[in-house]
């Protein structure tokens, strides 16, 4: 027992540390994804695993900075696909990106509002209006950041009721009718279906998010991961990108 | 206060069927082995359990009139002292004790005041400050027995207050017990619960006996004691009982005889008193045998009855030398018949003064 | 034997903590502590899960009395339902909180009406989401140091005349504050660390409603040594009272 306890938790330990390849010949590619990228990620890795025999493509889907994080905490990744180029930044200082990144897809803001807009939301002025409960994102996530943007582009400033931690917990917010707006992305709207309506303003212009994707030096299978790169920059994804509701770079 | 119950109350497969009265200024013995229903009657009249059907009165006031009137415990005047002392940890012993005029009512230096006045009562001023920790078994019973009585109760309830504490602390509680229950002038009604015919002899008036829920034997204690008409009595609480006056070293008789014994802590010289010795501990000799050996109490008597007692044949005395009369004797039926003892055959008896208690007589 | 198994239980929770050690950036500590949101976020988490360590005393201690105390059938699912909140994972707990006293909540929606009061995005429910995660602690350790001691000590109160509401405040209570102490710091400890039906049912906003942990996950976002550095306070605040508090109450025999 003294020498059994130690040595199951080591197998333990090794056993999900060491998992690129699987004993049974398939290969697997783990591509870290903005949890944004959800729906056309999705997609996509059913198209590149029914193009490459034996391959499976793990998603991980999260925040882009806990990715940028894991990523230069040494955690197993082939591609890096980041919400905004900040958090691939902190990769690429690091030294974990082959080559340079490359923006595959851009979002912006809009509004999101209950369903048929009862409050009569019609632009991001509005959003100044004191009868109105406005939730946004933080300014440490890229919401926020472009929220700020648009603040000062516009002149407008907003008095959140609240600042989330995320654009989901922004549209959570809305959906749930605790607030009466909500600043989110395009894409965020779209994914909610009819839960929510969105109201666009042309300020947004001014804060364009970009997506940024790169194949990651530290990469186990290096040549899959620039085919599964190239694959979202190339026209496949650019539709199911379309659908889902991103802009073209 | 008088007390005056009937009550009925059934739990599952036990219940209770008890009628009792008790005079101000007696104490009522409650006897009876485990599982009697004892506690379950000490529950209902504290006003802890009701009863599902009965009248409980006090005095004047009805406590209980199942199932319309429930006089809660707090408003009973009754006051309850258990097998454990129970003394509230986070309290001061003097704290304690003014528990019971300070729920009342009374100023805080004035409940201090009647505290350790009842504390001096019983003896135990000295532990006043103390926390309830920092005393002895006995110490502790002590001041619950002041905490008992300084709420001023109309009626006194004990639970087997003695049955937690070790042989050297009982016989002063005992006597403590005696001196404040036969207080001269008090109107109080007392019902004490307990296993120990000793109890009963030392403290109470009257004894009940209680045998599965239900009063087998009622009387004076000296009477139900030292003659019980039913054989469950006899079992439980069958003792030889002889009156006389305590001496240093036992019981001088009117008739001028001494019985040797050991005297109990509370029991004074001079005093009114009872010789007890449980009926297993008297030996039976032919009348024209005189035994020999370590000091012994012998008397001669005659057979009067013979009765089978489960394992054992109870022999019961008629006649004889001075303190003979009415003693009961514990024989297997092999030695009544080596003996051939039948009623009207001459006997001498024999107690070893070792197995004879001196005890405070009972009565006033 | 014990002391592998007991050796690796103290592994578990000490290593991760000496890793947080390791990778704080001492130099920067005080710059990033002193920072107004961390200053801002230390305040409104103390003054939170103080009020809340109060509220689950003052509702709380009843509670459990009722709970130890009652003989009846029904408390059995009570108790049951008292726990919840320690399985719930404390978004869902932030979730019912929002169903219940949310603008659409059936609560929510008569004190808006009502009063014009609302609950979400205030002090006010952070207050709220602390106490429901935090009170079956208190509940529970309250709950069985009252088994523990049965009734004996309040039936002789009883007895000597002290109605239900002296016995309930010169005996139970004071018997009970041992068990008390000890889980007025174990919920303390819980509000302190509330993060999940914080942010679900109150959000998040500088001074109002964004606690320590909820700056921290914020900070994570953008610096990780801000987030580590604040990590750290919440360790140290979080450890000062237990060693205050605990050992007092554990320990100090009325």
Redesign the interface.
Known sequence: MRKLLPAALACVLVASACGTSAGDGTTTLNVFAAASLTEAFGALEKQFEAQHEGVDVRLNLAGSSQLASQINEGAPADVFASANEKNMDKVMDAGGVEGRPQTFATNQLTIAVAPGNPKGVEGFADLAREDLTVVVCAAQVPCGAATEEVERATGVTLAPASEEQDVKAVLNKVRLGEADAGLVYVTDVTSAGDKVDSVDFPESERAINEYPIAALSSAGEPELARQFRDLVLGEVGRKELTRVGFGAP | MTLRAEMKLSRGSFSLSVALDVPEGTVLAVLGPNGSGKSTLLGCL???LVPDDGVVTLGERTLTRSPRLQV?????????L?Q?A?L????SVVDNVA??PR??GASRAESRAVARRWLSEVDAAGLADRRP?QLSGGQAQRVAIA??LA?EPDLL?LDEPLAALDVDAAPAIRGLLRRVLRSPGNRRATVLVTHDPLDALALADHVVVLDGGRVVERGATGEVLSAPRTPFTARIAGLNLVAGTAEEQGLRLAGGGLISGIPSPDVVAGEPAVAVFAPGSVAVYPASELPEGSPRNTVAAVVGALEPHGPVVRLRTVDGDGWAEGLSADLTPAAVAELALEPGTPIRLAVKATAVTIQPAFGK | MLWIPAGLALALVVLPVVGLLARTDYARLPELLTSGASLNALRLSLVTAVLSTVLCVLLGVPLAVVLARSRSRGVRVLRAVVLLPLVLPPVVGGLALLFLLGRNGFLGYLLDVTAGVRIPFTTTAVVIAQTFVAMPFLVVSLEGALRGAGD??E??????????W??FR??TV??L?PALGSGAVLSFARALGEFGATITFAGSLEGVTRTLPLEVYNQAEADVDSAVALALLLIVVAVVVIAVARPRALEG??
Not at chain 2, 72 to 80: E, F, I, S, W, Y
Not at chain 3, 155 to 164: C, E, I, S
């Open positions: 504290a006003g802890l809660q415990p707090h408003d009973r005047g009754v006051g309850l258990a454990d129970l509230f940890p986070h309290l528990f019971a729920s009342r920790a905490r008992a709420g309830l | 004996r000590y039936r002789v109160a009883a007895t000597l005349g002290a109605r239900p002296t016995v010169r005996v004071p018997l504050l025999r009325p």
